[in-house]
C-alpha cells in the first residue's frame, strides 16, 4: 500500500522538520496513541503536544529510520533519535531542566495508517539508556 509507507514517510520528515502544523495534520483526530511513561493520546492535538515536547527540549533532535517492515496498514519501524537536550523536558515525573547533553537513543514505533493519517501508534524507547545519557541515573557498571 504506497499511501501507507507516503504518510508514514511524511511523518518522518515533518518531524525531522519540527512541523507541528504538518505533525497534527497526519495524526487521525481521534488516534490511540502510547508511549512510555503511561502516556496515552486519544486525540491528534494530544499526539502532536507529545512530540512537540519532545522537539523543544532537543531542538537539533532528528528520527532516523534504520529498518522498517510494512504489512497493509501497519508499519513498524526501527528508530534512532539523536539530538541535544537543550531546554526544560516535561515528562511523567516532573519537569528536566536542559542537561546540554548529546543523546542517541534506539526505540521502535508501530504505526496503522487508515485514509492517510496515522491512526494508531504505539512508540517504545529505551528510557533506561535515556537517563543515562541525560546524567540522570549512574551509568551500569562494567565487568
Known sequence: MP???DT???FVAAFNAHDEHALHALHAD?????APGGF???NAKDATAFAMTWLKAFPD????????????????????MEGTH???LNSPTGVIPATHKKTVGHGV???RVE????????LYYDQLEMMTQLGLIPAPATV
Not at 30 to 34: A, E, G, H, L
Not at 61 to 79: D, Y
Not at 115 to 122: V, Y
Request: proline share 4%.
Open 61 to 80: 533532535g532528528k528520527m532516523k529510520v534504520r529498518s522498517e517492515i510494512t504489512s497493509g496498514p501497519w508499519v513498524v519501524q526501527e528508530i534512532l
Open 40 to 42: 496515552k493520546a486519544t
Open 109 to 111: 514505533q508501530i504505526l
Open 3 to 5: 499511501e501507507v509507507k
Open 30 to 34: 481521534d488516534i490511540k496513541f502510547n
Open 86 to 88: 537543550t531546554a526544560p
Open 115 to 122: 485514509d492517510g493519517k496515522i491512526a494508531e501508534a504505539r
Open 8 to 10: 508514514t514517510d511524511r
